[in-house]
């Protein structure tokens, strides 16, 4: 059983690493909230009555004009987006190798792992996961910020800031992670007299206030 949920755990890992692996694959403007133009109401969410089924959000495969296309795709290769379905990918791989050497020999680990990674290819190529951006992308900008962002991007600045940004977020990440552990154990400890079950699964207290022993942040994807 344990080990079961240690590869369920595993699999699940990929999904909170998705900020820090586009971290690293790639700094690409976030996603906004498509804009309206002065002058005009916001688009509002259509309403619909009770018992009426509400609408699915648009599917990811809607078409989007191919100019646009290529100009989106233009704009995830400058930025290293088009990097992030791989590097998710081999992250995922890399967990479920460490989880499998627990209960495999290596001979049959390394079969397993080779089984693994060419069904997964086959399956969820790393383009696909850029493919299910474009539509994205299409929806949160107009074909003016994306020309706007492919010309900051390919500045000196939006260069350096491709280079820089991952390394910025990820120290920023673990910074506000080990500051948020020490808080949460401190908090916990003080529980412990009104709920005594914390004594059970807290680690020993050492004594020093920054140094509190937590889990360790999923590590970072390469």
Not at 151 to 178: C, D, H, I, N
Not at 204 to 209: A, H, Q, S, Y
Not at 211 to 219: C, G, I, L, R, V
């Amino acid at each position: 059983m344990r080990f079961h949920v240690a590869v369920l755990s595993a699999l699940a890992i990929a999904s909170p690493s998705l900020a820090r692996a586009q971290a690293n694959a790639a700094p690409a403007a976030q996603p906004k909230p498509a804009q309206h133009q002065p002058g005009t109401m916001a688009p509002q969410a259509p309403a619909h009555t009770p018992g009426e089924t509400a609408k699915k959000p648009a599917d990811a495969g809607d078409s989007v004009d191919p100019a646009k296309e290529v100009a989106i795709r233009h704009l995830m290769d400058i930025t290293q987006t088009t990097k992030l379905g791989e590097n998710m990918g081999t992250y995922l791989t890399s967990q479920l190798h460490d989880v499998m050497s627990r209960a495999m020999t290596p001979e049959k680990l390394s079969s397993f792992m080779d089984a693994f990674s060419q069904k997964f290819a086959a399956t969820s190529p790393g383009t696909s996961v850029t493919d299910a951006m474009v539509p994205i992308y299409s929806k949160a900008f107009s074909m003016e910020d994306i020309q706007g962002l492919i010309a900051f991007y390919e500045s000196p600045l939006g260069q350096r800031v491709v280079k820089t940004l991952p390394e910025v977020v990820q120290q920023s990440q673990e910074a506000g992670m080990e500051i948020e552990q020490v808080s949460a154990m401190k908090i916990l400890r003080s529980m412990t007299d009104q709920y005594p079950e914390l004594k059970q699964v807290l680690p020993p207290d050492g004594g020093n206030g920054n140094s509190e022993a937590a889990p360790s942040p999923a590590p970072t994807a390469k």
